[in-house]
């Protein structure tokens, strides 16, 4: 059965500073793939990123990077130079191939103090 | 492009009232459809997924049901409502293929039962 950990419940930090948040992963499955999202205050999960399990470059899109390591079984998400709008609930997610539920962390609740 | 409409986006209702949410989908064919329930806590709990019309996959047994009457709509349903059905609704769609790609989530439902 798959599972995702997302250990860190809440993270509180000051503008500006660089921020991960945690992603552990479980599955029997050698093709999978991991996904995540941020939930701000409106309440809309919106898409941040797709990662399939052939493919452990990192990834960067402008303030945000993914690290994918299967050695760990990890797909952490770092925010650099924190802004107060990156405020959100972020969710870790991972699908097996041919399965048409994903499974959700519990997500993490990121405050950023101006 | 692909848009997902969800109503109404906020709900009050009394115990026993029956309930209906609508979901609809535009710019895509033959989508996978979800349901998620969110309660205070942030955890997504999946209800129901469809893979197409009239074909409904319920997660959890309780006193909702789904149907998709049409490719792109999706309805969740209640005959009587309980306490325990407050949360927020969130309608969720992914391109025909499994998990493998991400889901797009609608603006929610907050519906209160009081």
């Known amino acids: 059965a798959q599972k995702v950990t997302q250990a860190q419940t809440e993270i509180s930090v000051v503008e500006k500073e660089d921020v991960t948040l945690d992603c552990v992963y479980e599955t029997r499955d050698t093709t999978y793939y991991l996904f995540w999202y941020k939930q701000p205050p409106s309440g809309e999960l919106v898409f941040l990123i797709r990662?399939?399990?052939?493919?452990?470059q990192n990834e960067i899109s402008g303030r945000y990077s993914w690290n994918f390591q299967k050695s760990t079984s990890s797909f952490n998400f770092t925010i650099t130079a924190s802004q107060v709008v990156d405020s959100a609930v972020y969710f870790c997610a991972l699908s097996e191939a041919g399965s048409y539920i994903p499974t959700f962390g519990r997500g993490t609740s990121l405050i950023v103090h101006p | 492009s692909q848009t997902i409409h969800q109503w109404p986006a906020t709900l009050v209702q009394p115990v026993g009232s029956p309930l209906s949410l609508e979901c609809t989908v535009e710019g895509t064919s033959n989508p996978n459809l979800y349901w998620y329930r969110q309660a205070a806590g942030r955890g997504l709990q999946l209800l129901f997924y469809s893979v197409g019309i009239g074909q409904i996959s319920s997660e959890v047994p309780q006193n909702l049901s789904a149907s998709r009457p049409q490719d792109r709509q999706f309805i969740l349903s209640s005959k009587k409502l309980l306490l325990s059905d407050s949360g927020f609704y969130l309608c969720?769609?992914?391109?025909?293929?499994?998990?493998?790609?991400?889901?797009?989530f609608g603006p929610g439902t907050r519906l209160t039962v009081t």
């Open positions: 990662r399939n399990s052939f493919d452990e």
């Open positions: 969720a769609w992914s391109v025909d293929g499994g998990a493998t790609y991400e889901q797009y």
